[in-house]
């Protein structure tokens, strides 16, 4: 089990942006690939993303592709999930997720281990 951390939600207003961070005090995430899911109340849990460690594939959804960019700074252990034009439907509780492979598959939510999530509020 890795020992996820997401932080960075909180409360945003529509068309505007919030970035997300994922680390794991003790652990590295270099070799780890890092997916993104998102749980709006009443609806089950949606990937959203995953990028791989080092130069493997990434992959995102449909409904956040071109505005929700994933990035990793090795440097400081932490992956980042920028989240631009946010709108109603971006609200619910952000989790990352890993396992212990390196390379993103494709997107779905079977990992091993999982952070307690990050809330997103999107309101005027």
């Known amino acids: 089990q890795v020992p996820l951390v997401e932080s960075g939600g909180g409360l945003v207003q529509p068309g505007g942006s919030l970035r997300l961070s994922c680390t794991a005090p003790g652990f590295i995430l270099d070799y780890y690939l890092i997916a993104w899911s998102r749980q709006a109340p009443g609806k089950e849990r949606e990937a959203i993303t995953c990028i791989s460690s080092n130069h493997g594939p990434s992959y995102y959804a449909d409904s956040v592709k071109g505005r929700f960019p994933v990035s990793r700074d090795n440097l400081k252990n932490t992956i980042y999930l920028q989240m631009n034009s946010l709108n109603a439907e971006g609200a619910g509780v952000y989790y990352c997720?890993?396992?212990?492979?390196?390379?993103?598959?494709?997107?779905?939510?079977?990992?091993?281990?999982w952070g307690q999530g990050t809330p997103i509020t999107v309101s005027s």
């Open positions: 997720a890993t396992e212990t492979l390196s390379n993103c598959r494709s997107l779905n939510t079977s990992y091993d281990s």
